[in-house]
C-alpha cells in the first residue's frame, strides 16, 4: 500500500466508530491493492473480491436498463453492512464494511469526504 | 368512437382492440363511476377503475354490463400495470366472474354500508381501509403511492415470476426483474461466501436511480422497488420498504404464497 493511501487509511479509520470492521481499494480484477482490517473472522479480501464482481455486474445492469452508471452499492445482513463505491473513472472500487448497527448516513459522509482523495492517492 | 355497453361489452371491446393491434384509450362511464383501458401492440396494457388498477381493474370493468364507453385512437398509456396476454386476461375474467357470482349480493351490501360512511368521516374510512387486511397487491400499489418519483414495485422471486407489481411509468418490467435477478443471485453468493447471515436488503445506486431490494423474511423472496434518485427520498425509501415489508410478508402467508 502506497503511503498516500496508508495516510488516508488512518484518517478514514479515526473518523469511523468502533462500528469499523474493513476497508479495501479494489480492481475490476478483484485484487485489493489497498486494505484495513479489524481482528476478526471477517475476510476482507474475499468481500473485495466478491463485491468487485457485484459493483461490474451492476454498471452492466444500469447499462441495460438505461439508468445511467452505478455509483454505489449498500448491502446490508444482520451481521454487517457493506458499501462499495466507484472511485474516479471505475477502474477501482472502495469497499467500506461496518458493523449491521453502524449508521449508514455516517459511513456514506465519509465516503463523500474521502472519495476523491482516495481515487488520487492511487499509484498511476 | 362512442357507444353504449349495452350494444358492445368490454370483453368485445377488449378482443376487437387487441385484434387489431391497436395502441388507443377506452373511457367507460356507468352513472357516477368512471373506468379506463389503454392498448397498445395488441395488449391491454393499463386499466383503471376507482381505486383499482391493472387486473382488478379490467377484471371489474369486464363485469359492467351498462354504461358508455368512448375510444380515442394513438393515446398512450400513462402507465403500464398490465402485463398479461389479453386472451388470458378474458379467460381469467370469466372464472373470477363464476367463482365470484355468488359473492356479489354481498359486496352491494357492503358498498350500501360504505355509502351510508361517506360524508361522514372519508378520512376515518381511509384510515381504516389503509391499515385493514390488504391483498399483496393492495400493499404494491399503496406503497408505490407514497413513494416520490416512483417507478416500479415488484415482489418476485428469485427463480422467476413477478408474483405482483406496479408501475408508475412504462418499464419494461420482465427485462428489468430479469436483469435484477441476475444481480440478486450474484448478492446472495457473496453473501453466502462471506458467512453473511441474513440478508436484509440491497441498494444500488445509480446516476439517476435508487433500485432497493428488500427481502421479503427469506432470500428467495424479494420486494424491489426502484425510483427516480433526483425526487425520492432515500430515507423515506428504506423506511417504507421496511414497513410494507412486514406487511407484504403477513399477507403473502395470509395468501399461502409463502408458508
Known sequence: MSDDLKTLFYEVRADMSDDFIAMNIVGQDGISIAREAVESDFNDQLAAAHFAMVMKLAERLTGNLNMGKAVENQFSTDS?????????????????????????????????????RLWGAIPS | MKGRLEDMAVADLIQHNCQDRKTARVQFKNGS??????????????????NL??????????????????????????????TRKWTSLLLEAARL???????????????????LTRGEDEKFVEIIQEFSVATPQQLVEQLSKKIEGHRITCITQIRGGNLYWYASSAVELEELVE??????????TAADRLKAGKIQDNLLITETDYVLVYFLGRDDFYLLIAADKTRANLGTLRHLARVYGERML????????LV
Open chain 1, 80 to 116: 454487517f453492512v457493506a458499501l462499495s463505491r466507484t472511485l474516479g473513472d471505475g477502474s477501482f472500487y472502495w469497499l467500506l464494511v461496518a458493523k449491521a448497527q453502524a449508521n449508514v448516513g455516517l459511513l456514506r459522509a465519509v465516503m463523500d469526504q474521502y472519495e476523491l
Open chain 2, 33 to 50: 363511476q368512471k373506468g379506463e383501458l389503454f392498448f397498445k401492440n395488441g395488449n391491454v396494457v393499463h386499466a383503471s377503475m376507482g
Open chain 2, 53 to 82: 388498477s391493472g387486473e382488478d381493474a379490467v377484471y371489474e370493468l369486464i363485469n359492467w354490463e351498462q354504461g358508455t364507453f368512448d375510444l380515442a385512437q394513438e393515446v398512450e398509456a400513462p402507465a403500464i400495470t398490465v
Open chain 2, 97 to 115: 366472474t363464476d367463482e365470484t357470482a355468488p359473492e356479489r349480493e354481498k359486496q352491494k351490501e357492503a358498498e350500501r354500508i360504505a355509502s
Open chain 2, 179 to 188: 436483469q435484477v435477478n441476475q444481480f440478486v443471485k450474484m448478492v446472495k
Open chain 2, 250 to 257: 403477513s399477507a403473502l402467508k395470509l395468501e399461502g404464497v
